[in-house]
């Protein structure tokens, strides 16, 4: 066997740190998965030698272009985009697309990195990818949002394929703009294939895929109460964002017999301290994708309620927190905040909302705690359904993604217990994941060999 470049976890990062500079939420992410996978694979000389974590640290390619399009005012207007693909050892790049103002290369190589240890942990075969652009959806017209996407796939089509990268939605990409991206493909390339996920329900879309992460993410909330013999009946919770992920969390938890108290958006948060009905969401949905309005409008509908300006939710008192809305929203003194007050479980419907200082706070003081490659999964789970619907030409009933989803939330948590059960019982959730994300791909790296 040749000499392995066998450093330590500071050397190994100190070289991340110089090859990706100024990267800082791709450093991130990076620290948090390599000094668990350190451990782990301290006495596996093959993984080591055949140098598989700095390999999945690198990107297989990033690919960045330009975007033109035209404003309702004959402006034009020049946006940034990109694709990283990250890693396509299990399956196809499978990852989301985000339009939003702080979207950076660093942004999409940390979530095409965390995507890839995520959709290992579904068990289904799909690599990691991600994509986005700096576009800002807030305040375009319908007519902008169409040309802008258009003009988005006209240069990514080229880059995916059902079988080489199926992107999908996140933070500013929904329904709307995946129909505008998917005809403007099958337009291009006159094929119609699923090379894209989240599509609406008339062309080739799952059901379930709309609902399936925030959902997911309280199921695997209620999976780590369940190991504890602990349910959420009757249990508050306070959730940040206000989008896709947020709301069908707190659907899901109202289902279960919790009470939801908080949601948000970049603006502040609304603490409503009756509970947020099923109707309230409804309402919600309605405020944020039709009307496409801000949370503040909620205390002019629902009286009792109160908006916090530039605040976000974490000083209310809650026994759960989802932070549902987007990375480092949750630092060291939010979580120290929340542990003084008693939180007891906190599960990530985001990619990294919480910061590593956030982490450690919750870990010493040994709150449940789910990182978003873990709760988070069930979205890109039901959209590798979607794909496996589009290549049989069938659509499945409610009945069997909904179980599927189930099943496969269950599958995560029993890999991160196998993985990162500790002394007294207490379930590093965070190591588990990595942990477990980890060993499937780099086993099929091993395979392939070098390159
Ligand atoms: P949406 O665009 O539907 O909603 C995003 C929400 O987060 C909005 O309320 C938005 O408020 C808020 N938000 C976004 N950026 C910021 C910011 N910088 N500061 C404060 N609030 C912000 O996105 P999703 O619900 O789809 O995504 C939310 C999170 O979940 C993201 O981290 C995403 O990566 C993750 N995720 C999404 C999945 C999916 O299937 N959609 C799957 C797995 C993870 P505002 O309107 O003010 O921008
Ligand atoms: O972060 C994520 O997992 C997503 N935005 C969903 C990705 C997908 O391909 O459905």
């Given at each position: 066997?040749?000499?392995s470049?066998?450093?330590?976890?500071?050397?190994?990062?100190?070289?991340?740190?110089?090859?990706?500079?100024?990267?800082?939420?791709f450093?991130?992410?990076?620290?948090?998965?390599?000094?668990?996978?350190?451990?782990?694979?301290?006495?596996?000389?093959?993984?080591h030698?055949?140098q598989?974590?700095?390999?999945i640290?690198?990107?297989?390619?990033?690919?960045?272009?330009?975007?033109?399009?035209?404003?309702?005012?004959h402006?034009?207007?020049?946006?940034?985009?990109?694709?990283?693909?990250?890693?396509?050892?299990?399956?196809?790049?499978?990852?989301g697309?985000?339009?939003?103002?702080?979207?950076?290369?660093?942004?999409l190589?940390?979530?095409?990195?965390?995507?890839?240890?995520?959709?290992?942990?579904?068990?289904?075969?799909?690599?990691?990818?991600?994509?986005?652009s700096n576009?800002?959806?807030?305040?375009?017209?319908?007519?902008?949002?169409q040309?802008f996407?258009?003009?988005f796939?006209?240069?990514?089509?080229?880059?995916?394929?059902?079988?080489?990268?199926?992107?999908?939605?996140?933070?500013?990409?929904?329904?709307?703009?995946?129909?505008?991206?998917?005809?403007?493909?099958?337009?291009?390339?006159?094929?119609?294939?699923?090379?894209?996920t989240?599509?609406g329900?008339?062309?080739?879309g799952?059901?379930?895929?709309p609902?399936?992460?925030?959902?997911?993410?309280?199921?695997?909330?209620?999976?780590?109460?369940?190991?504890?013999?602990?349910?959420?009946?009757?249990k508050?919770a306070?959730?940040s964002?206000?989008?896709n992920?947020?709301?069908h969390?707190?659907?899901?938890i109202?289902?279960?017999?919790?009470k939801?108290?908080t949601?948000?958006?970049s603006?502040?948060?609304?603490?409503?301290p009756?509970?947020?009905?099923?109707?309230?969401i409804d309402?919600?949905?309605?405020?944020?994708?039709?009307?496409?309005?801000r949370?503040?409008?909620?205390?002019?509908?629902f009286?009792?309620?109160s908006?916090?300006?530039?605040?976000?939710?974490?000083e209310?008192?809650?026994?759960?927190?989802?932070?549902c809305?987007?990375?480092?929203?949750?630092?060291?003194?939010?979580?120290?905040?929340l542990?003084?007050?008693g939180?007891s479980?906190?599960?990530?419907?985001a990619?990294?909302?919480?910061?590593?200082?956030?982490?450690?706070?919750?870990?010493?003081?040994k709150?449940?705690?789910?990182?978003?490659?873990?709760?988070?999964?069930?979205?890109?789970?039901?959209?590798?359904?979607?794909?496996?619907?589009?290549?049989?030409?069938?659509?499945?009933?409610?009945?069997?993604l909904?179980q599927?989803?189930?099943?496969?939330?269950?599958?995560i948590?029993?890999?991160?217990?196998?993985?990162?059960?500790?002394?007294?019982?207490y379930?590093?959730?965070?190591?588990?994941?990595?942990?477990a994300?980890?060993?499937?791909v780099?086993?099929a790296?091993?395979?392939?060999?070098?390159?």
């Open positions: 066997m040749a000499v470049d066998h450093v330590d976890l500071e050397t190994f990062m100190a070289g991340v740190e110089k090859r990706n500079p100024g990267q800082t939420e450093i991130q992410a990076v620290r948090e998965v390599a000094q668990d996978i350190y451990e782990f694979i301290d006495d596996k000389e093959q993984y030698a055949a598989i974590l700095r390999r640290a690198e990107p297989d390619r990033v690919v960045s272009f330009r975007v033109c399009w035209e404003d309702d005012n402006n034009i207007r020049v946006q940034r985009g990109w694709r990283v693909q990250n890693n396509n050892a299990i399956g196809p790049y499978k990852g697309i985000r339009f939003h103002p702080s979207v950076t290369e660093s942004v190589k940390f979530l095409a990195f965390e995507q890839t240890f995520k959709n290992s942990l579904t068990g289904l075969p799909m690599g990691g990818g991600k994509g986005g576009f800002n959806p807030r305040g375009k017209s319908d007519a902008e949002v040309r996407c258009q003009s796939m006209t240069e990514l089509y080229r880059h995916i394929g059902p079988d080489t990268d199926v992107p999908a939605g996140d933070i500013g990409v929904g329904g709307r703009e995946i129909g505008y991206m998917f005809g403007q493909y099958k337009r291009i390339t006159n094929r119609w294939e699923g090379v894209l989240g599509k329900m008339e062309y080739g799952s059901k379930m895929r609902e399936a992460t925030g959902y997911g993410a309280v199921y695997f909330l209620n999976n780590m109460l369940t190991h504890k013999g602990l349910s959420m009946e009757g508050t306070i959730i964002g206000s989008g992920v947020a709301t969390a707190a659907e899901k109202v289902q279960l017999g919790g939801v108290l949601f948000s958006d603006s502040g948060y609304i603490h409503d009756d509970g947020i009905s099923q109707e309230k309402w919600v949905k309605h405020l944020k994708t039709v009307k496409r309005g949370i503040n409008e909620y205390v002019e509908e009286s009792g309620a908006f916090h300006a530039g605040k976000r939710p974490w209310v008192s809650a026994d759960f927190a989802l932070p809305a987007t990375q480092n929203e949750l630092n060291g003194d939010d979580a120290r905040m542990v003084k007050n939180i479980a906190v599960a990530e419907g990619n990294m909302p919480t910061t590593l200082e956030g982490v450690k706070v919750f870990h010493d003081a709150i449940m705690y789910a990182p978003g490659k873990a709760a988070n999964a069930g979205g890109v789970a039901v959209s590798g359904l979607e794909m496996s619907q589009n290549s049989e030409r069938l659509a499945w009933s409610d009945e069997r909904g599927s989803l189930t099943d496969i939330m269950l599958g948590h029993e890999q991160c217990v196998e993985y990162g059960n500790s002394e007294g019982g379930v590093d959730y965070v190591k588990g994941a990595n942990i994300g980890f060993k499937k780099a086993d790296m091993l395979a392939y060999g070098v390159m």
